[in-house]
């Protein structure tokens, strides 16, 4: 089953913060966070492996809330060059599959 | 350079062919993917592969069909096209479970 992405969609100006929420009604492992540009391939962007855990590079980082079964993507300072759209990929118990949420279009106008 | 290639950027076909696409990586991965992408639905998983001739169903794998002879090729089979078949195939490897993925650059298949 997909994990729920929200917003589904978001414009910022250039500078501006963002957050992208991904949750799961399953337990998660693991989950992956990827930036697609229009007419290229997803990009891997970083992946979080424990509850708790905190990433981040540049001026983009994320969380992961196992008890919560949810993750959040955080775009601060917004450059126009991380327009796209962020998938988050998750992986629950045992299974080997990585199952993509429906994507959040993020737009940063100058 | 890491490197996951799919053999066509663009296809049509014609409904009822039977359609073949490949994908071929070339860093000695366990795991390989083939997702289907639609506008407002994602990146959904059709099958995916954790060793040579081993398969298994992802969430929509009805209509498709998929081969691993080979650890570096993959193969998504539509055994009879059809329009609803019409969509982005994107195909992917990861060394091994909880690693990241690489994508390839998609194949563009329309059936008509």
């Known amino acids: 089953q997909q994990p729920v992405q929200s917003p589904q969609a978001v414009i910022l100006r250039e500078g501006e913060d963002a957050v992208i929420n991904c949750s799961s009604s399953?337990?998660?492992?693991?989950v992956h966070w990827y930036r697609q540009k229009h007419g290229e391939a997803p990009v891997f962007l970083m992946i979080?492996?424990?509850?708790?855990e905190q990433k981040g590079h540049d001026k983009i980082s994320a969380s992961f809330n196992e008890k919560k079964q949810q993750s959040s993507l955080y775009l601060t300072a917004s450059q126009l060059s991380y327009s796209g759209t962020y998938f988050c990929?998750?992986?629950?118990?045992?299974?080997?599959?990585?199952?993509f949420g429906s994507g959040t279009q993020l737009t940063v106008l100058p | 350079d890491v490197k996951v290639t799919q053999s066509s950027r663009y296809l049509v076909k014609r409904t009822g062919e039977k359609v073949f696409l490949e994908c071929v990586q070339d860093?000695?991965?366990?795991?390989m993917f083939w997702y289907r992408q639609d506008p407002g639905l994602g990146l959904r998983l059709i099958y995916f592969?954790?060793?040579?001739?081993?398969?298994e169903k992802g969430d929509i794998p009805e209509g498709y069909s998929v081969s691993r002879e080979k650890k570096e090729r993959f193969s998504l089979i539509l055994e009879s096209a059809s329009t609803n078949q019409t969509s982005m195939y994107l195909c992917?490897?990861?060394?091994?479970?909880?690693?990241?993925?690489?994508f390839g650059q998609g194949t563009r298949l329309t059936v008509v």
């Open positions: 992917a490897s990861s060394l091994y479970a909880r690693a990241h993925a690489f």
């Open positions: 399953k337990a998660l492992y693991s």
């Open positions: 979080l492996l424990k509850g708790g």
């Open positions: 990929g998750t992986e629950s118990g045992s299974a080997r599959q990585l199952t």
């Open positions: 860093m000695d991965h366990e795991n």
């Open positions: 592969s954790y060793d040579v001739k081993m398969k």
